[in-house]
């Protein structure tokens, strides 16, 4: 398979050896393509572009690097990059999906709701932080719902 659009049973996009693998709720598979341009073209599918999912977020929260993006705000699909994006190691994470995260080494693994586990290779502390990039935008995202109502 060569394309595929994130969804909310999207849990996880790992690189490896240029593909990706792609972790749902209940199957993991390969994709014949890099997270980054899985997660472009997820944007795009729901009418956006990266780029600018990542724009908006700064304007939203002020952090500018390596920052969650709303990849679809109805099913509140919120993704955070493991890495810097351009790097060829770089995961993308749902948000909504993880349970805790647990420092393994220099390593993370990822508990999820589903009582299911990922390791990502890397540290803990930018696992929390990515976490807490998230909490703010979805914390942003509820307030602004709230204040339309």
Not at 10 to 23: E, F, R, S
Not at 118 to 135: E, K, P, T
Request: aromatic share 8%.
């Amino acid at each position: 398979m060569d394309s595929y659009e994130v969804n909310k049973d999207t849990v996880a996009l790992i690189p490896k050896d240029g593909k990706t693998i792609v972790y749902e709720v209940d199957k993991s598979f390969v994709i014949n393509n890099k997270p980054l341009k899985i997660m472009e073209e997820s944007c795009e599918y729901f009418g956006s572009s990266l780029v600018g999912r990542q724009v908006g977020t700064s304007k939203l929260i002020g952090f500018t690097h390596k920052v969650p993006i709303i990849v679809e705000e109805s099913f509140d699909l919120i993704f955070f990059p493991t890495l810097s994006p351009n790097n060829k190691d770089c995961s993308w994470i749902s948000y909504s999906h993880i349970l805790k995260p647990i420092k393994h080494e220099n390593n993370t693994i990822l508990e999820l709701k589903n009582g299911k586990k990922i390791m990502v290779n890397v540290s803990s502390s930018i696992i929390d932080n990515q976490l807490y990039r998230s909490s703010r935008l979805k914390e942003v995202l509820v307030d602004r719902k709230i204040d339309k109502k």
